[in-house]
């Protein structure tokens, strides 16, 4: 028997025992590294160029507006340095 962690999400923790059930649940691809195979590829997919993307297809005042909003959200965290 391998020594599978316990997912700790109910979906994943669902699956996790419906796979075992017929029989001995397999661990996911992983890369050298560790992570999730899958989980790389997707990330791949569209992740790369996203950011780049979505500035380009918006306004300038959108753009201004969303700076403005990040902005706001970093300087009133509590504890920030003055």
Excluded: H, N, Y
């Excluded at 590829?41 to 996203?50: A, E, H, P």
């Amino acid at each position: 028997m391998t020594d599978l962690k316990r997912p700790r999400d109910p979906d994943q923790l669902a699956k996790f025992v419906a796979d075992r059930l017929p029989g001995e649940a397999t661990a996911p691809p992983m890369t050298e590294d560790g992570k999730d195979l899958a989980a790389v590829l997707l990330g791949r997919r569209g992740g790369l160029k996203g950011g780049r993307a979505r500035a380009d297809s918006m306004t300038p005042e959108e753009r201004r507006r969303i700076a403005k909003l990040a902005a706001q959200a970093r300087w009133s965290k509590e504890g920030a340095k003055k």
